[in-house]
């Protein structure tokens, strides 16, 4: 200071106080020193790079990058230079220029590790994983205990799907640096997607204990309890996480769709949902979520502009919807297939393929994969086909991904098997270990994109044919799924473009039916169920967030010409119920001629189904199982032939039974035959007699015919396989 005091135009002095403050964190301070020589010597190389330093750490990028654009035509080959400018570069959010730079960095001096890790961490941040990855081996060679090489190495090849080589790097930053919270917690992340859920537990308690505020792993924390089904830990963990940060959206996110399905407490998820939804308009999947729950609760508001914004989204690439969940609300199977695809590619990417190994000779080993090996929807279809499979030709192995119950249904079905494996708690690797074990031939999801999915399983290809069966009513969009097993009306021929798999014909209809399910033992009574005696009851069974405006309007229409007459549906949330009779009112209805039935055990279920007139069908999502039950109960079903798989299933059924005439093809066609039909008793009453002839002497619920044909299936897909051929859409005769 006494030198600059003397001579307040010693540029070098000026310069060396500038470093000087800059060394005591004075950045400032040092900005005005070399402000002060820049104004004398504006050329001066040093005091510019220096200068750069010191507007950066003050968050002046522009002014920064300034500062380094004049260095670099006086320091043209300073490697250091454009390693500091490519830094400033991302601060602006200019990755790509910030390559280049590192790149020319790297040039000018290719032993520097740290610009090959940089330059790997804005490859990462394009999404360019692979070639980060190289840039981190790089590095690494380099300097072997740089952490923060392998702590990014460690995320990049998390996003590759490379989770076992992410752990190891992990592992490697944290014997380096055993404080590395965030190492910890990406540790966890890696070990979560392997489904080693205790072991990524403990990772994220070891980032938490060394940092208590760290938001990030105390939702990971809480996701994982999620997955484990410890609700309660999981809701105390999105807690303490939105207690330091309340605007932590993947918190918010994750918080309201655990509280609705897994307690079913509607409104404070939808305050959840919306919140995150305002935060970030675009993060992942939370519209999607948001208006799934509103359609629990018969929440319209503002339905077709959400689902056009949607639709958008979904053709754009983005992760808006989940894919089972956007069969609800979409008929296009283009636009069902490219949300099929993001999903897949962003929840359940494909591991590297496991070698070819050679086939154990013997009968037909085939694996079922579900997490519904209980009183479910899935086993009432599933059971007979179970129990009818040619035991001297086929052994079956069922793979549990779920939880079980003690219910008869679970007792029956695990009798049918040959082996009956619980997955449900392995890793990934593990699990896939486990169906290899057994020599599968062909893996069936019968889950999809629904219920406890397994996808992660199919995802490291442990059998070599891997098949879409009944639970996901499309294309699963996902490479390694060889085969989607339908009919003729749900996937016409000329619609296979929209299948990733390819498609396997059935004769009849693509769902099986258990023709051993028995009839209820006792009738029930209309004033059992709050119905009125004299009343014409028109039904419908599906869960209330398969109903849209659109289907609702088109029953008020038809309640509003038939006098008396009432709407028989499934009780949903408290909302639901006083939702749909506000709406009914609106459109001309009393709210008492809509009736709500509880949800009850599987035979009261079906006995109840016969007190019914006719079953009006929904669009775009049909009624599915619900619908084979009520045709098993005699109770016709009236459908409007949609324009997706999901919309065609009770066309399907219909067909089936020997009852195509209950087959619309236009809402105006619907709504006429639904009057035609109540008010004609005797029409009616025809093709009730007719469905009762069918019932035993048609298709739909010839159990032992329908296993004929999946085993017809299941042995050309096996020996197309050992052929060497790719799998490919085939026809099963009758």
């Given amino acids: 200071m006494n030198a600059i005091q003397l001579q307040p135009r010693d540029c070098a002095a000026l310069y060396y106080l500038g470093m000087l403050r800059c060394g005591q964190g004075r950045f400032a301070d040092a900005a005005v020193s070399f402000g002060t020589v820049l104004a004398l010597q504006p050329h001066h190389a040093d005091t510019l790079i220096a200068n750069g330093g010191a507007l950066r750490e003050l968050g002046r990028f522009a002014e920064a990058l300034a500062s380094y654009d004049k260095a670099a035509i006086q320091r043209p080959r300073l490697a250091e230079l454009f390693y500091n400018r490519a830094l400033v570069l991302l601060n602006l959010a200019r990755t790509e220029d910030a390559v280049a730079d590192f790149t020319r960095a790297i040039d000018l001096k290719p032993g520097y590790a740290d610009a090959w890790n940089n330059r790997g961490g804005a490859l990462h941040s394009l999404g360019r994983f692979s070639d980060a990855i190289a840039d981190f081996d790089r590095a690494i060679a380099l300097q072997p205990r740089l952490v923060t090489a392998h702590h990014n190495r460690g995320l990049s090849l998390r996003q590759c799907g490379r989770l076992d080589e992410a752990v190891a790097s992990h592992d490697t930053a944290l014997a380096l640096q055993p404080g590395h919270a965030e190492a910890w917690n990406d540790r966890g992340q890696a070990l979560k997607g392997l489904r080693r859920l205790a072991e990524a537990l403990d990772s994220f308690n070891k980032a938490i204990a060394l940092k208590p505020d760290h938001v990030k792993a105390l939702y990971n924390r809480g996701a994982t309890f999620w997955d484990m089904g410890r609700i309660d830990d999981a809701e105390a963990s999105f807690n303490q996480a939105l207690a330091i940060d309340p605007d932590c959206v993947v918190a918010l996110h994750a918080r309201g769709n655990m509280l609705w399905t897994a307690r079913q407490a509607y409104e404070p998820a939808l305050r959840d949902l919306q919140r995150a939804l305002r935060l970030e308009p675009d993060h992942a999947y939370t519209r999607g979520d948001l208006m799934h729950v509103r359609m629990y609760g018969g929440d319209w508001r503002d339905f077709d502009r959400d689902a056009a914004r949607i639709d958008s989204g979904v053709r754009e690439g983005k992760r808006i919807i989940n894919a089972f969940t956007y069969h609800t609300i979409s008929g296009s199977p283009a636009d069902l297939q490219t949300c099929a695809k993001t999903f897949a590619a962003s929840n359940y990417p494909a591991a590297p393929v496991s070698p070819a190994r050679a086939r154990r000779p013997g009968k037909i080993r085939v694996g079922y994969a579900c997490g519904e090996f209980r009183a479910h929807a899935t086993m009432h279809l599933m059971a007979g086909l179970f129990e009818h499979h040619d035991q001297g030709k086929f052994e079956i192995v069922a793979f549990d991904t779920g939880h079980g119950d003690q219910s008869p249904v679970r007792q029956r079905v695990a009798a049918a098997f040959a082996k009956f494996v619980n997955i449900s708690a392995l890793s990934i690797s593990d699990a896939a270990k486990c169906v290899t074990a057994e020599d599968i031939d062909i893996l069936v999801t019968l889950n999809g994109y629904c219920g406890q999915s397994h996808m992660h399983l199919f995802a490291q290809r442990p059998a070599p044919i891997q098949v879409n069966f009944l639970a996901f009513p499309g294309t699963l969009g996902a490479d390694y799924i060889d085969y989607v097993i339908a009919d003729r009306v749900v996937v016409p021929e000329e619609e296979r473009r929209f299948y990733t798999e390819s498609v396997v014909y059935l004769p009849d209809s693509y769902q099986p039916n258990d023709a051993a399910r028995g009839m209820p033992k006792s009738a029930a009574r209309r004033s059992e169920h709050g119905l009125p005696e004299g009343a014409f009851v028109f039904c419908h069974f599906n869960h209330s967030f398969k109903l849209t405006p659109a289907t609702f309007a088109r029953w008020m229409r038809i309640l509003r010409e038939v006098e008396g007459s009432v709407l028989w549906l499934l009780r949903s949330t408290g909302a639901f119920a006083e939702n749909l009779r506000h709406e009914a009112?609106?459109?001309?209805?009393?709210?008492?001629?809509?009736?709500?039935?509880?949800?009850?055990?599987?035979?009261?279920?079906?006995?109840?189904?016969?007190?019914?007139?006719?079953?009006?069908?929904?669009?775009?999502?049909?009624?599915?199982?619900?619908?084979?039950?009520?045709?098993?109960?005699?109770?016709?079903?009236l459908t409007?032939?949609?324009?997706?798989?999901?919309?065609?299933?009770?066309?399907?059924?219909?067909?089936?039974?020997?009852?195509?005439?209950?087959?619309?093809?236009?809402?105006?066609?619907?709504?006429?035959?639904?009057?035609?039909?109540?008010?004609?008793?005797?029409?009616?009453?025809?093709l009730r007699e007719k469905l009762a002839h069918n019932r035993t002497r048609t298709a739909l619920f010839d159990t032992a015919r329908f296993t004929r044909h999946l085993e017809a299936a299941y042995a050309t897909m096996l020996a197309t396989w050992e052929s060497g051929a790719a799998a490919r859409s085939f026809s099963v005769p009758p």
């Fill in 585 to 637: 009112e609106r459109q001309g209805v009393a709210a008492d001629r809509l009736i709500f039935a509880p949800v009850m055990n599987y035979q009261d279920h079906l006995a109840r189904l016969a007190l019914g007139d006719l079953f009006l069908d929904s669009l775009p999502y049909n009624a599915h199982t619900t619908a084979s039950d009520a045709l098993w109960m005699g109770l016709p079903v």
């Fill in 640 to 686: 409007l032939r949609g324009t997706a798989f999901a919309g065609r299933v009770a066309a399907s059924l219909l067909h089936a039974v020997g009852l195509p005439e209950l087959v619309t093809e236009s809402a105006e066609a619907y709504e006429t035959l639904a009057l035609d039909l109540a008010r004609n008793p005797a029409t009616l009453g025809g």
